[in-house]
């Protein structure tokens, strides 16, 4: 009763939701999450869930009492580094993803040695200027790499304000781009979830190859 199902079974039982050629597609990709706070946490685990072959998780922070209420850790987790807490849970729910995991704040300087391998790179900082420092680094480095990051997702405000924009050519925000916690304003973690299923579900369809060319 307490097996775990075999490599097989799950990419069984995933071909049966999600299409065989969609999961072959999801299980070649690998997908760098930057930041494993409640955006990250919450899309990596959506990630692996939905098949991603290998998931590369960065962040510097460990896990906080603060984090419990929004972030995927367990209360005996705080104190843990974020990289391997996450990772610790990632294999529980999704035992064959590979994980690549790294302890360290990401800077102008490792950004792309970081990420260089993924399809997918997606931002899920706290800070405006870590932000900042993530997107202007891929889009001026590496412009062909898809880039999905977030952008507000504060408050209380109704969920559907969140949404999706292709930005530039490979570049997508998903938030609803005006709330910031640095206003004062709480995070609650319904709305931080439906932002992180924004991104990680734009990661998917972009690897799917389920997002047209801008125009068509």
């Keep these: 009763m307490n097996s775990i199902p075999s490599k097989q079974q799950i990419f069984d039982a995933l071909v049966e939701k999600q299409g065989l050629e969609n999961v072959k597609k999801l299980q070649a990709a690998t997908v760098a999450v930057c930041g494993l706070g409640g955006l990250g946490s919450n899309i990596a685990i959506s990630l692996a869930r939905a098949g991603i072959g290998k998931l590369i998780l960065i962040d510097f922070d460990s896990v906080d009492i603060t984090n419990l209420h929004r972030q995927q850790y367990k209360a ?34 490792n950004t792309i040695p970081l990420t260089a391998s993924a399809d997918v790179v997606i931002e899920a900082f706290d800070k ?42 490979n570049f997508y925000v998903c938030g609803d781009g005006v709330s910031d916690v640095n206003d004062g304003i709480g995070l609650v973690a319904p709305r931080v979830m439906a932002c992180a299923a924004h991104e990680a579900l734009t990661a998917v369809r972009l690897i799917c190859g389920l997002i047209p060319e801008q125009g068509k």
């Design 76 to 109: 005996f987790q705080v104190g843990m580094p974020k990289p391997e807490a996450l990772s610790s849970n990632l294999k529980e729910i999704a035992p064959y993803v590979e994980l690549e995991t790294h302890f360290v704040r990401m800077t102008e300087e």
């Design 128 to 169: 405006a200027d870590a932000k900042a420092m993530l997107v202007n680094t891929i889009l001026e480095q590496n412009p062909n790499q898809y880039l999905v990051s977030g952008s507000g997702m504060a408050g209380f405000k109704n969920a559907n304000i969140i949404q999706t924009r292709r930005v530039l050519k």
